[in-house]
Nanobody, 117 residues
Framework: QVHFVESGGGLVQPGGSLRLSCAASGIIFSIYTMGWYRQAPGKQRELVAQIDDGGSTIYTDAVKGRFTISRDNARNMVFLQMNSLKPEDAAVYYC???????????WGQGTQVTVSS
């Protein structure tokens, strides 16, 4: 069974940093493109960053230059380093395959990121 366990969220002031972690199980992690998604209240879930099996990355424009996605295939983990956080980055952050259907559509609980002074 597929599981994603996200951690590392919290409350941070604007301009601050957080590092999110995601542990995946139940998939052959190393062969999949992995993504970080976020969902703010009243908005649809969106893909903010992805990393393929070769380490190539893609970011949505809103986070380019501020967020960095990375992965550790030996530990089946994917990370999101978030710098220069803005109030509009506040959301619940999830990891999953990209696209999510490749994991069968399973989602973890996510980790809450709050950006506020």
């Amino acid at each position: 069974q597929v599981h994603f366990v996200e951690s590392g969220g919290g409350l941070v002031q604007p301009g601050g940093s957080l590092r999110l972690s995601c542990a995946a199980s139940g998939i052959i992690f190393s062969i999949y493109t992995m993504g970080w998604y976020r969902q703010a209240p009243g908005k649809q879930r969106e893909l903010v960053a992805q990393i393929d099996d070769g380490g190539s990355t893609i970011y949505t424009d809103a986070v380019k230059g501020r967020f960095t996605i990375s992965r550790d295939n030996a530990r089946n983990m994917v990370f999101l380093q978030m710098n220069s956080l803005k109030p509009e980055d506040a959301a619940v952050y999830y990891c999953n395959t990209s696209p999510p259907r490749r994991s069968g559509g399973y989602w973890g609980q996510g980790t809450q990121v709050t950006v506020s002074s």
